[in-house]
């Protein structure tokens, strides 16, 4: 199935993706400016570092019902800030951890490294994320639409 | 009397009377049974009244943060690590605290007790391993190894690796514990079954906060509950806030958190709040080796990292 | 109005006949603990008191007040409106004498010369209580010393008392005359049963174990009790975590904030806490109550000396002795009345 086929599936995620600065937003940018197809079901915020991360963005991404949350940062030893991934990582990987023992999902939930000369990795990196998220189906756990009080 | 109150008492009116502290933090008899008070004790006589049994299950590291005084505490073995974490974190400084570490055998859960022998305990009475309970038309005898609290009977570090001083002879941890056996079964069952066992755990929960204010960890000026611009969750009893904030709490107690129950002691409706930081407890050991207030050396697991730390997930 | 007797074996059928006209609660044992649930027919009466106070009936934790649209396509975007409540009648079964006075003193507190709190007296209009005298009152109680008793009848539209075989039912409002009719299956009470209620009251009153003493606070001035010298040691170990107020079934503070998802919003009106810092925080970023020392004085000065000067005598406190049973750090309000009181 090319991109175009993906579009017409009923359900179309809407996965909220956090992309540093110097590296992942850049492989994005290379992406597009290279024609690279991928699924626009991938909503871009741009921090400085991964390190900026904080567990509480990835939660209110998913309690203003995000049906997949994507981090993607620069690779280990090349950070722009010398060593915010490093942080980041010990982060993202409690913080997954935390929330699949919650119940959240598996499939909601990504984190990759790609660098700003990876565009064509970033293209395929997104279609994986948008086919999982879209096979794991609309949110509904964490999400929260409406105050659920008497 | 115990024989550790009457070494506590000592060491308390020595410190007191030699003016190496100004306040030796300690626990007094409380006005309920099975319920002890944190005393404050300032002079020789207020230290007499300082006692030690095993109803001594508030952490007194949680009255350390930003105090000005120089302060002796009666520490477990939890205690003294969370001590430790207050020193590695700045929040007080290792020569403005006395620890009187205190070797513990576990403290009883008086949940247990009252659900073991009815409703109306009037009062009750340890001695010797035993627990006698009694009340209108009762009395019982209880073994106190059967009514300890869940983290006391899992409990693998009860003697203080840090201390000033410490009250008795250390006693033996215990090996062979399992301290994730109900961890491991629940990360076995399928993802929405999780999902409802956390949102049931916390049903009852009525957003008091007494588990944040009881943790030692808890110190910051503004909770993140109490942010706002943006607000990251709301204040009612909606499920999906109440689910929010013990998410979120856990996770800022992530590498800090050593399991010493003062959230489910402070919780007034009993929720199990240690299913939610004691899989961070289990993950941190297991990925980086790091067991939290052991050591006044080791930096806690997020402020530091490997070039190879796991990356399994990270595509 | 006259004092009817059940029998006690009947009384699920009673609450059972209740149940067509009322949504009928009473206490249950749920996980360890004594809550109010709802009931059909069994019901617990081998019981002290519940760990939360049954405040929650009319003044609910989370409160939806108003709901408006926030699309700003509709012809009615932002505007409040109500959403029409269900009126169910409510009847609340086993409701203690402390707890019933309690909502006598939130009944004058939600009412003042200016303003009637709707949403609280919407509930409480619609429910009928019958009460359960203490024939055991708790080692904590002390309502004797604030103005209550284990057999006090105010708050209540009927008081049962239980006499071992038979429960014995005094209607005291309309309401709870109604009630006693809807049911049926009564008998009309006799002295005898009068006697054993009087010798009851006497044996509770006599029971209760915590006598404090109130009479100075009521005649020393604000400014005197304020400046004590006893505030920072009581304070010392407060947590400022806010579990009493939050089981006391007096505390009546909220705090009113919208919550808007999408293109609906909500006025949501949620239990506050006077033990929070931000309780009393301006939004000049100055704070009245900057310190845990005045906090903790202002929850026990409001209870004891504010509340009872504003609204005729009534002390704030009931005597229940949650707090007491629940603090973390056992913090007795007892001792703090008495160090009041010295």
Redesign the interface.
């Given at each position: 199935m090319t991109a175009e086929d993906k579009t017409n599936e009923t359900f179309q995620p809407r996965i909220v993706t956090f992309l540093c600065n110097w590296c992942s937003y850049g492989a994005a940018d290379l992406a597009g400016v290279s024609r690279m197809p991928y699924p626009p079901n991938i909503r871009v915020i741009r921090i400085p570092c991964t390190g900026r991360m904080s567990p509480k963005f990835i939660l209110e991404a998913f309690r203003r019902g995000a049906d997949g949350v994507w981090v993607s940062g620069c690779h280990p030893g090349d950070c722009h800030y010398i060593a915010g991934n490093y942080y980041a990582r010990r982060k993202f990987t409690l913080f997954r951890d935390l929330m699949n023992y919650v119940g959240l999902e598996p499939g909601r939930l990504h984190f990759s490294w790609i660098s700003s000369a990876e565009g064509e990795k970033f293209a395929r990196v997104a279609t994986e994320v948008v086919e999982a998220v879209r096979a794991v189906g609309p949110s509904d756990r964490f999400a929260k639409q409406r105050i659920e009080v008497a | 009397m115990d024989k550790r109150t009457e070494k506590i008492r000592e060491i308390a009116k020595r410190l007191l009377s030699e003016d190496r502290v100004d306040v030796v933090l300690g626990y007094g008899p409380?006005?309920?049974?099975l319920?002890?008070?944190?005393?404050?004790a300032r002079t020789p006589e207020e230290a007499d009244k300082l006692i030690w049994d095993s109803n001594c299950r508030?952490n007194l590291a949680?009255?350390l943060p930003r105090t000005k005084e120089r302060v002796a505490v009666l520490a477990k073995g939890c205690d003294a690590r969370n001590i430790v974490n207050h020193v590695v974190e700045h929040q007080i400084k290792r020569d403005q605290v006395y620890i009187v570490g205190v070797p513990c055998q576990g403290m009883l859960d008086p949940?247990k007790v009252?659900?073991r022998e009815g409703?109306?305990i009037?009062s009750a009475v340890e001695s010797d391993g035993d627990l006698t309970v009694s009340g209108?038309g009762f009395e019982t005898t209880l073994k106190l190894a059967d009514v300890l609290r869940q983290n006391c009977q899992t409990c693998v570090h009860r003697n203080p690796p840090v201390y000033d001083e410490l009250v008795g002879e250390p006693v033996p941890e215990q090996t062979d514990i399992d301290r994730y056996a109900d961890?491991n079964d629940?990360?076995g069952k399928p993802?929405?079954?999780?999902?409802?066992?956390?949102q049931n755990l916390v049903k009852d929960c009525?957003?008091?906060?007494?588990c944040?204010?009881?943790c030692p960890l808890c110190y910051c000026h503004v909770c993140?509950v109490?942010e706002h611009m943006?607000q990251?969750?709301?204040?009612?009893?909606?499920?999906?806030?109440v689910?929010?904030y013990h998410?979120?709490r856990?996770?800022h107690c992530?590498?800090r958190c050593t399991d010493c129950g003062?959230c489910e002691?402070?919780c007034?409706?009993?929720i199990k709040l240690r299913q939610?930081t004691r899989?961070?407890e289990k993950?941190?050991q297991e990925?980086?080796g790091y067991e939290a207030g052991m050591s006044l050396e080791t930096l806690p697991?997020?402020?530091v990292?490997r070039?190879d730390?796991?990356?399994e997930?990270?595509? | 109005m006259a004092d009817m007797i059940l029998k006690k074996n009947a009384l699920g059928d009673f609450l059972k006949s209740l149940s067509g006209s009322y949504e009928t609660f009473g206490p249950k044992q749920e996980d360890g603990e004594v809550k109010f649930a709802p009931v059909d027919g069994e019901v617990l009466l081998d019981y002290q008191n519940s760990r939360l106070s049954p405040k929650n009936f009319f003044f609910p934790q989370s409160e939806r007040m108003l709901e408006f649209s926030a699309d700003p396509a509709a012809e009615d975007a932002f505007v409040m409106k109500e959403r029409p409540a269900a009126k169910q009648a409510r009847l609340l079964f086993g409701i203690r004498p402390c707890d019933a006075k309690a909502f006598a003193v939130l009944d004058k507190i939600y009412r003042n010369d200016q303003y009637t709190d709707n949403y609280w007296f919407d509930k409480r209009e619609a429910a009928t209580l019958i009460g359960l005298a203490c024939n055991r009152p708790c080692a904590t109680c002390f309502c004797t010393s604030v103005g209550c008793g284990p057999f006090h009848e105010e708050g209540l539209d009927v008081l049962a008392v239980d006499l071992g075989e038979d429960i014995l039912l005094k209607p005291l409002t309309d309401k709870g005359q109604k009630a006693l009719d809807a049911a049926g299956g009564l008998a009309a009470a006799d002295g005898k049963a009068a006697a054993s209620v009087e010798k009851l009251k006497g044996e509770a009153e006599a029971a209760i174990q915590s006598k404090v003493a109130v009479d100075k606070v009521a005649e020393r001035s604000v400014m005197e009790l304020y400046e004590a010298d006893h505030w920072a040691k009581v304070a010392q170990r407060c947590l400022n975590c806010g579990v009493c107020t939050y089981v006391c079934p007096t505390c009546h503070c909220f705090d009113i904030q919208d919550e808007v998802s999408g293109t609906a919003g909500d006025r949501i009106r949620n239990w506050d806490s006077c033990m929070s810092w931000l309780f009393t925080m301006h939004g000049t970023g100055h704070n009245p109550r900057p310190d845990k020392t005045s906090r903790v004085r202002q929850r026990f000065m409001h209870k004891f000396k504010y509340i009872p000067l504003k609204r005729g005598g009534d002390i704030g406190c009931v005597g229940c002795g949650r707090c007491v049973a629940q603090c973390p750090v056992n913090i007795d309000v007892r001792d703090v009345v008495r160090d009041m009181n010295a």
């Open positions: - | 409380g006005t309920v049974p319920r002890n008070a944190p005393l404050f508030i949680n009255f949940e009252q659900q409703r109306f009037e209108p961890i629940l990360l993802d929405g079954e999780r999902y409802a066992y956390f009525i957003r008091c906060y007494a944040r204010d009881a993140f109490d943006p990251w969750l709301g204040k009612s009893v909606d499920p999906h806030d689910l929010t998410i979120l856990a996770f992530a590498g003062a002691a402070a007034p409706v009993n939610f899989l961070l993950d941190i990925r980086y697991p997020l402020t990292y070039p730390d796991p990356q997930f990270i595509k | -």
